[in-house]
């Protein structure tokens, strides 16, 4: 009999993490979804139990302590977790190095970068005992090139693409797959997270098509889907209409 595969995802209640399990389910793949919003992930397990296993885990990635209690509290029979989407993460503010926020840095570097390797260290020690196993860390254009006032977010995403080849290369001898899926502007919340909810959030994606969360969830599958042989190490993506961080088409 043929298991089904497990796949982790963090932030699964919104944007590319929500809709990677809406694309994970299609195929059957069972499903631990995590996030911070909790009837957010009850309503999108009731969703998606329809078409496969879904368990929730309700924790802050930059939390240490949650993160080993939610993985260590998993069910038996959602242990044995085989794709880890490490995706949780945000960027907030977008000012000049000498005016930001504090808060703002503090927030990307712990969810950003100390989340992912809290998640991390919590589920990879399984994956090196049974020598198999995907870890998909969500990078970003970010993480390949600063913009202006970009600093600590391209930062935390510089350092998530660090972080990801030396999972590559320090889990090698266990056969586990590493990849790093890169997006640029792709149309979520993630602008409205950045810009708490003002109105310059609404004309981050006017006037191109950007990429939908959708578009971003079809990659990831590819990547876990390949044969056993093969491994999607780094993908860059962008919209037609982008080039670079700095340059996109715009219609006015
Ligand atoms: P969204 O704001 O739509 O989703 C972010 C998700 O991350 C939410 O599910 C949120 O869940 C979760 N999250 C954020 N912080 C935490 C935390 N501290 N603990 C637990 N969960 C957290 O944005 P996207 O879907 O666009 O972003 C997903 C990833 O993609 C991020 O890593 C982002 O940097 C990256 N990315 C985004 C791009 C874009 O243009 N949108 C481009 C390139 C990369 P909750 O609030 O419920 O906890
Ligand atoms: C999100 C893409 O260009 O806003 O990582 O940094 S960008």
Not at 94 to 121: F, P, Q, R, T
Not at 139 to 154: D, F, I, L, R
Request: with cysteine.
């Amino acid at each position: 009999m043929c298991m089904k595969k497990i796949a982790l995802i963090t932030g699964a209640t919104s944007g590319i993490g929500r809709a990677t399990a809406h694309e994970f389910a299609k195929q059957g793949i069972h499903l631990i979804l995590c996030g911070r919003r909790e009837e957010r992930l009850q309503t999108i397990k009731e969703a998606l139990n329809k078409q496969t296993e879904v368990h929730t885990l309700n924790f802050d990635v930059s939390d240490k302590k949650a993160v080993f209690e939610a993985i260590e509290s998993l069910p038996d029979h959602f242990k044995t977790i085989d794709i880890l989407i490490n995706n949780a993460g945000n960027a907030h503010g977008l000012d000049a190095i000498h005016e930001g926020d504090l808060k703002d840095w503090e927030a990307m570097m712990d969810s950003n970068v100390k989340g992912l390797l809290y998640v991390s260290k919590a589920i990879i020690p399984q994956m090196t005992k049974r020598r198999s196993g995907h870890v998909i860390n969500i990078g970003s254009s970010a993480g390949k090139e600063v913009y202006p006032k970009g600093n600590v977010y391209c930062a935390s995403k510089h350092a998530v693409l660090a972080i990801t080849e030396g999972m590559r290369m320090d889990l090698n001898p266990f056969g586990i797959k590493v990849s790093a899926i890169n997006p640029g502007l792709v149309e979520t919340e993630f602008s409205q997270v950045r810009f708490k909810g003002e109105t310059i959030a609404n004309n981050v994606y006017k006037g191109y098509k950007a990429l939908q969360a959708n578009d971003v969830a079809e990659v990831i599958y590819f990547a876990i889907s390949r044969p056993a042989h093969v491994n999607i190490a780094d993908v860059l993506m962008f919209c037609t209409a982008q080039a670079s961080s700095t340059i996109v088409k715009k219609e006015i």
